[in-house]
């Protein structure tokens, strides 16, 4: 499934009808335990803290999205979720890899906090590289192998 990275901010959230219903309904299909509040309260209270969020798309919809809150040194990643529709076909996996990319050329790190991280959550990020910090606080992108080879 070839997926693209879409972001969407304040401004694309208040002017592209489509990215909001998009938005919500990623949203919407979220574990329950996942949301505490509504929704719309959800990604409003994302947007107004100055968050974006980051979002795979496919034949211009979006199907799955994670929250990005960012600092001068990394990227925090908060409440990634895909459309019931479209889990267990590689979307949140690409999306990761297409966030890493974008933090990466930006010279940012990528993170992901530990605290209440459910378990599937935990297994999908050690797959994708990314390693528990020695404080215990967040996972981080591992760097990846140099040389490419045996040593």
């Known amino acids: 499934m070839p997926v693209t990275l879409h972001h969407v901010d304040q401004a694309a959230w208040a ?3 489509q990215v909001r219903h998009d938005l919500q309904r990623i949203y919407a299909d979220a574990p329950v335990e996942r949301l505490s509040v509504p929704v719309d309260e959800f990604i409003r209270s994302h947007l107004d803290a100055g968050d974006f969020f980051s979002c ?3 034949n211009d919809r979006l199907l799955g ?4 809150r960012s600092d001068a040194q990394a990227w925090w990643l908060l ?15 690409r999306l990761l890899a297409l966030v890493s990319s974008s933090a990466r050329s930006q010279g940012l790190e990528l ?3 530990a605290s209440q991280l459910p378990l599937p959550d935990q297994l999908l ?5 990314y390693r528990l910090h020695a404080t215990g606080d967040y996972f981080e992108l591992a760097p990846p192998l140099q040389g490419g080879g045996n040593p």
């Open 15 to 17: 002017s592209d009808m």
């Open 65 to 68: 999205a994670v929250a990005v």
């Open 79 to 93: 409440e990634l979720c895909v459309r019931k529709t479209t889990r267990r076909r590689g979307v949140g996996s």
């Open 56 to 58: 795979a798309r496919f």
């Open 111 to 113: 993170r992901v906090p």
């Open 125 to 129: 990020l050690s797959r994708l590289g």
